[in-house]
């Protein structure tokens, strides 16, 4: 059984707890949230924690300033069978928590959140909430909202039913309009501390220090994305790194096929393997500055970093913007192999880093 969620659990994010708690202490809590920051940080977590406060017994007619983790209504929002905790995911999230079942879809599981299930919390909110007096709708990846969703989302948004509050979680808020966004109380959420999720993975995954701070600044203060980095993704990122410095613009054949390897394996592999390499030439842009080699997120590679660095910080951080336009072009649902070619191909012709 999954243990009953509370705020005060939530590690690495005093400020958004501490607004959290303020709202549920003070009886002032709003009817539309937005908990937004990088995945993999605790946001979702913490949502959860809200709403078993929101909806926590022991709370009576007002709301409890903490969930006390035991009453059947915690222990029922912990399980996920709440029936008035609504959780609203992308189907691609949900076949990947095994939620769904991707033969039981009639084509591909979509990464978007769609209008149809909008309407379909809409005709829930038509009913009173069935066991107490708050009904809890999360809405998991709310950036993946399509725009006609959103549009749709609106009223709903702006007058909920009386006692319905709604959760939108997530990773990066300017992908939702500015009227969704202004109808809701953010919360920020921001980039774990590297000591903490480098801990965190050494007790999880049994690695040693300097492979789980390596994980950790590869996932950019992200535990879950940290917690994801495999040994073989490691071992890859020495062979990718390694041929893309030793790429030039006199033949495009070796350009080709690294574009084949960080590709190939699918969106996920695709941006991790371009955090990888955003956060190599962060470095060599630090060693161009001076940083000692002891203080590297990618210190096991000094040696390449050093000789990067020798071409300078601008040109370093030229290739950074480069693999972040990249990622953001896979996550617009562009060609990973044709996005991660243009960034490959800017990089090595300089007149084309911007």
């Given at each position: 059984?999954?243990?009953?969620?509370?705020?005060?659990?939530?590690?690495?994010?005093?400020?958004?707890?501490?607004?959290?708690?303020?709202?549920?202490?003070?009886?002032?809590?709003?009817?539309?949230?937005?908990?937004?920051?990088?995945?993999?940080?605790?946001?979702?977590?913490?949502?959860?924690?809200?709403?078993?406060?929101?909806?926590?017994a022991e709370g009576g007619e007002e709301p409890a300033a903490e969930a006390c983790g035991s009453c059947d209504a915690c222990q029922r929002v912990a399980r996920g069978v709440h029936p008035d905790f609504v959780v609203v995911m992308p189907e691609a999230e949900a076949v990947h928590r095994k939620l769904l079942a991707r033969e039981d879809l009639p084509k591909s599981p979509s990464r978007d959140l769609k209008i149809d299930q909008i309407r379909q919390v809409e005709s829930q909110l038509v009913h009173a909430p069935l066991v107490g007096r708050r009904r809890v709708v999360l809405l998991l990846r709310a950036d993946s909202l399509n725009a006609a969703a959103q549009n749709?989302?609106?009223?709903?948004?702006?007058?909920?039913?009386?006692?319905?509050?709604?959760?939108?979680?997530?990773?990066?808020?300017?992908?939702?309009?500015?009227?969704?966004?202004?109808?809701?109380?953010?919360?920020?959420?921001?980039?774990?501390?590297?000591?903490?999720?480098?801990?965190?993975?050494?007790?999880?995954?049994?690695?040693?220090?300097?492979?789980?701070?390596?994980?950790?600044?590869?996932?950019?203060?992200?535990?879950?994305?940290?917690?994801?980095?495999?040994?073989?993704?490691?071992?890859?990122?020495?062979?990718?790194?390694?041929?893309?410095?030793?790429?030039?613009?006199?033949?495009?054949?070796?350009?080709?096929?690294?574009?084949?390897?960080?590709?190939?394996?699918?969106?996920?592999?695709?941006?991790?393997?371009?955090?990888?390499?955003?956060?190599?030439?962060?470095?060599?842009?630090?060693?161009?500055?001076?940083?000692?080699?002891?203080?590297?997120?990618?210190?096991?590679?000094?040696?390449?970093?050093?000789?990067?660095?020798?071409?300078?910080?601008?040109?370093?951080?030229?290739?950074?913007?480069?693999?972040?336009?990249?990622?953001?072009?896979?996550?617009?649902?562009?060609?990973?192999?044709?996005?991660?070619?243009?960034?490959?191909?800017?990089?090595?012709?300089?007149?084309?880093?911007?």
């Amino acid at each position: 059984m999954r243990a009953p969620v509370k705020l005060s659990a939530v590690q690495g994010q005093p400020r958004a707890i501490r607004q959290l708690e303020a709202a549920l202490r003070n009886r002032r809590v709003h009817h539309a949230w937005l908990f937004a920051g990088p995945p993999g940080v605790g946001k979702e977590m913490a949502a959860r924690a809200f709403a078993a406060a929101l909806l926590c017994a022991e709370g009576g007619e007002e709301p409890a300033a903490e969930a006390c983790g035991s009453c059947d209504a915690c222990q029922r929002v912990a399980r996920g069978v709440h029936p008035d905790f609504v959780v609203v995911m992308p189907e691609a999230e949900a076949v990947h928590r095994k939620l769904l079942a991707r033969e039981d879809l009639p084509k591909s599981p979509s990464r978007d959140l769609k209008i149809d299930q909008i309407r379909q919390v809409e005709s829930q909110l038509v009913h009173a909430p069935l066991v107490g007096r708050r009904r809890v709708v999360l809405l998991l990846r709310a950036d993946s909202l399509n725009a006609a969703a959103q549009n749709a989302f609106l009223k709903t948004l702006e007058e909920p039913p009386e006692g319905t509050h709604l959760v939108l979680v997530a990773d990066a808020a300017d992908g939702l309009l500015p009227t969704i966004r202004s109808r809701c109380v953010r919360v920020p959420f921001v980039p774990l501390p590297i000591d903490f999720v480098a801990a965190r993975v050494r007790e999880e995954k049994g690695v040693d220090e300097e492979t789980a701070r390596l994980c950790a600044a590869l996932a950019g203060g992200s535990l879950g994305e940290a917690l994801a980095v495999s040994a073989d993704s490691l071992a890859d990122r020495v062979r990718i790194l390694e041929a893309l410095e030793a790429l030039a613009p006199t033949d495009l054949r070796p350009l080709l096929g690294l574009a084949e390897t960080i590709a190939g394996s699918g969106r996920e592999a695709t941006e991790l393997r371009l955090d990888v390499i955003a956060l190599f030439y962060r470095d060599v842009a630090l060693a161009a500055e001076g940083l000692p080699d002891d203080a590297l997120a990618n210190r096991d590679l000094a040696p390449l970093v050093r000789k990067a660095a020798a071409r300078g910080a601008e040109q370093a951080l030229g290739r950074v913007r480069l693999a972040g336009k990249a990622k953001d072009a896979l996550r617009r649902h562009a060609s990973a192999r044709l996005a991660v070619e243009q960034m490959l191909l800017a990089m090595i012709v300089p007149e084309e880093i911007s």
